[in-house]
């Protein structure tokens, strides 16, 4: 009833397993961000303010670069400590949890955080000097006050968990373990116009369970915000913190541990395992730096290279440009459908990638079998892949901006139209220069995530289409795990250094406009 | 019986120095106010003495209790003192009852014995016909009673404050400046009051104690402040009605 080429088990299959995977990821996620958000912002734990923003940086890694690394940590048959998973090693429902858990407790961790930052303190220091202990005044005060922002950042996670690909398609596949998003690119993989309907078809039950999460988390951010006013306080005092006392250097080494073990660890596997000669030789006499030449030479690696560059870069910048000005017209401007089309790309956003491939798929077959009725023809995949990168994260840069127009007092912009400024003048040099920090933090948040998409641009790529992500994607399928470890690695380091210099900002944050 | 005593307590933060190393005594059934500018450190000597701050010197005494000293640190739950924030602090999942009744379920007062109290003390602050409300259904002047009965309840050796009046209107203040005192006679408790009220200082407490810069400047009765200031600092201060 779903799809052609696939039985209704197999899709009841698959989404249960969606299902029961992302509500385990939530639950994980909910229940490590939660203390990790109390000790960065209410406990005396050792270096709590690196901490604080090294907690975030999860949220800007793509996942299946982490699920590679754990590739190498886990494989059953040469993985680093394989001997620390069950038999079959990490692939598996158990390892999706633990990779995906990895990425996305940073989505409570961020919410509550920023909800512990916004409450009085107060609040709950009146609660320990009545007499309640730590554990006394988080169960009576911070989490009657702060469930919504704790469930809504487990709505995301568990969103995000639903929508991925990468995860599943690395851990999950290869085991036969099928959930929505990998087996609407296996049918889709079966080819012709019957795997693009078995596809659409399925993905359309991929977004309606994605509209269903995405619904109970706008309601609890609306619930978040009608209260907020109660619980909001004038910051007169830093908390006063609660001392660990004997705990405290358990619980220091205990979070360094936990941050080593999501960034560190991977991080150190794919170096590793770039380095290696062979898989799962691990001696560092035998270093060689043949792996990164093989990658680095590898005429893919360059075509996808030169792809990503030249889809990223440009498309961030025409995508922030127009969020510029589009934000300019809905803020200052007061232009309705300007602020309609702002709201509307919040849509795209939280659809995942695999349903905005899949349509546009559909519509790319439409499309060039009208143009070939009138002799043209459309052959790059590139193009739509563009296209898929511009609907998907148009969302962050145009809500950045629209906050920000708001924060500039409007007598800056009117200073200079009585000087004679025409608009154009106007938003080249008043606004731009004003806004170029925030113009500058949305493009970056824009094209890093372009930069290494691997969810919609599998499923869009083609002949001439290849990018980082899908050629690190094929390295994997052929078992070459050095060349596949090697360009992981470089994938990652960028990321990192994004992640680290974007950490604690993020998307969903600006697009609930706070 | 409860004196409470600091000894050379001092904060460091940042590399700054909020509080030089100072002596405070106060006595039982006193009524200090601690005055000072905004950002002179009043607030952070209160929250030392609560616990929620820890002292980078010194010693902190109740009666015959070290609070805070080599070796020793209470945390605040334990402390037992009563304290009235800034911001009211009600917690707005719990009606007026629930909020002043919390000190005492915490410390597992039977209920019977709770309701009693809670009523009692409500009744002091003129909030009985109030129990039921959540803070949302509050006045300013209502939310900061229900925050002082909690602060009362359970009858603490020493009541904090920390500017309480300052979010209310001028009309309110003077009356609740009044509430304060007659509570202060009429229960005999312990109160150490910081504002930058010089009105509030003058008409309730029974000592002042003046700081400024991380530095007492004077203490002593209203009286002997008002008419002998120390030059400079204080008399400058107090010449800004």
């Known amino acids: 009833m779903f799809a052609d080429g696939v039985s209704n088990s197999a899709v009841i299959e698959a989404l249960a397993r969606s299902l029961s995977?992302?509500?385990?990821v939530a639950l994980v996620s909910g229940a490590t961000g939660c203390l990790a958000a109390w000790l960065v912002t209410r406990s005396d734990v050792g270096g709590s303010r690196a901490l604080a923003g090294l907690f975030s940086m999860p949220y800007a890694i793509p996942a299946y670069l982490?699920?590679?690394?754990?590739?190498?940590?886990?494989?059953?048959?040469?993985?680093?400590?394989?001997?620390?998973?069950?038999?079959?090693?990490?692939?598996?429902?158990?390892?999706?949890?633990?990779v995906e858990s990895t990425v996305a407790f940073a989505f409570p961790y961020l919410e509550l955080k920023a909800g512990f930052e916004r409450m009085d303190p107060s609040l709950e220091e009146a609660a320990r000097t009545s007499g309640a202990g730590p554990w006394r005044v988080f169960r009576d005060v911070s989490f009657p006050l702060l469930w919504p922002p704790l469930v809504n950042g487990m709505c995301l996670s568990f969103l995000y968990t639903l929508s991925s690909f990468g995860v599943p398609a690395m851990l999950g596949m290869p085991v036969r373990q099928f959930v929505l998003t990998t087996l609407i690119y296996s049918q889709f993989k079966l080819g012709g116009m019957a795997g693009i309907w078995s596809g659409l078809r399925l993905s359309l039950l991929l977004l309606v369970m994605a509209m269903l999460v995405l619904a109970l988390s706008n309601r609890l951010v609306g619930l978040q915000r009608r209260r907020g006013g109660a619980i909001t306080g004038s910051r007169v005092s830093?908390?006063?913190?609660?001392?660990?006392?004997g705990a405290r250097v358990p619980v220091t080494a205990a979070a360094w541990a936990v941050f080593a073990l999501v960034v560190a660890l991977p991080w150190g596997a794919l170096a590793f395992?770039?380095?290696a000669p062979v898989a799962g030789s691990y001696s560092p006499s035998e270093w060689t730096l043949r792996n990164l030449e093989y990658v680095l030479n590898l005429p893919e690696f360059r075509e996808a290279l030169v792809n990503s560059l030249a889809l990223s870069l440009p498309v961030a910048t025409f995508v922030v440009g127009s969020g510029f000005v589009l934000a300019f017209a809905a803020v200052r401007r007061g232009s309705r459908l300007a602020a309609r089309l702002v709201e509307s790309m919040g849509v795209p956003f939280s659809t995942p990638g695999t349903v905005?491939?899949?349509?546009?798929?559909?519509?790319?077959t439409w499309v060039s079998a009208a143009l070939g009725r009138v002799g043209l023809s459309l052959d790059s995949p590139l193009v739509w892949i563009a296209l898929a990168y511009a609907v998907k994260y148009c969302a962050v840069s145009a809500r950045m901006l629209t906050a920000a127009y708001r924060q500039v007092d409007p007598s800056l912009e009117e200073a200079a139209v009585v000087s004679g400024a025409t608009t154009f003048i106007l938003l080249r040099t008043i606004w731009f220069p004003l806004l170029s920090r925030t113009v500058l933090a949305a493009w970056f948040l824009t094209?890093?995530?372009?930069?290494?998409?691997?969810?919609?641009?599998?499923?869009?790529?083609?002949?001439?289409?290849?990018?980082?992500?899908?050629?690190?994607?094929?390295?994997?399928?052929y078992a070459d795990q050095p060349s596949a470890a090697a360009l992981a690695w470089i994938l990652l380091s960028a990321a990192l250094v994004g992640a680290f210099f974007m950490r604690g900002r993020r998307a969903e944050e600006i697009l609930e406009g706070r | 019986m409860s004196d409470l005593r600091l000894m050379g307590v001092s904060k460091r933060f940042g590399g700054k120095d909020v509080l030089m190393p100072m002596d405070m005594l106060v006595t039982n059934g006193a009524f200090v106010s601690l005055l000072g500018p905004s950002g002179c450190g009043k607030t952070t000597l209160l929250r030392l003495i609560a616990g929620l701050e820890t002292p980078s010197s010194g010693q902190i005494v109740l009666g015959n209790t070290t609070l805070y000293g080599p070796g020793v640190n209470i945390p605040p739950e334990k402390r037992r003192f009563g304290m009235v924030f800034q911001s009211y602090a009600v917690w707005p999942h719990m009606n007026v009852f629930e909020n002043v009744e919390y000190p005492l379920k915490v410390r597992g007062m039977a209920r019977p014995e709770r309701r009693e109290r809670v009523m009692k003390t409500l009744a002091l602050v003129h909030m009985e016909g109030l129990t039921d409300r959540y803070p949302h259904q509050l006045s300013g002047g209502q939310q900061q009673r229900a925050a002082l009965a909690r602060g009362l309840v359970m009858e603490p050796p020493v009541l904090l404050l920390d500017e309480p009046l300052s979010n209310l209107d001028a009309r309110l203040r003077a009356e609740m400046r009044r509430e304060i005192r007659?509570?202060?006679?009429?229960?005999?408790?312990?109160?150490?009051?910081?504002?930058?009220?010089?009105?509030?200082?003058?008409?309730?407490?029974?000592?002042i104690v003046i700081i400024n810069e991380g530095r007492i400047e004077q203490e002593g009765g209203p009286g002997e402040i008002r008419e002998n200031p120390t030059p400079g600092f204080v008399s400058e201060f107090l010449s800004h009605v």
């Open chain 1, 238 to 245: 830093r908390p006063g913190l609660v001392r660990l006392s």
């Open chain 2, 182 to 207: 007659d509570l202060h006679r009429s229960l005999g408790i312990t109160i150490l009051y910081v504002t930058h009220d010089q009105r509030e200082a003058f008409e309730m407490a029974t000592r």
């Open chain 1, 273 to 275: 395992s770039a380095l």
């Open chain 1, 356 to 364: 905005i491939a899949i349509l546009l798929i559909f519509a790319a």
């Open chain 1, 21 to 24: 995977l992302s509500l385990v």
């Open chain 1, 66 to 98: 982490l699920g590679m690394a754990w590739i190498v940590l886990g494989n059953p048959a040469v993985g680093a400590i394989r001997e620390l998973f069950p038999e079959g090693g990490i692939y598996g429902f158990h390892g999706m949890v633990l």
């Open chain 1, 447 to 477: 094209a890093l995530p372009m930069f290494t998409e691997l969810t919609m641009s599998v499923l869009l790529t083609g002949p001439g289409g290849a990018t980082l992500g899908t050629v690190l994607f094929q390295l994997q399928e």
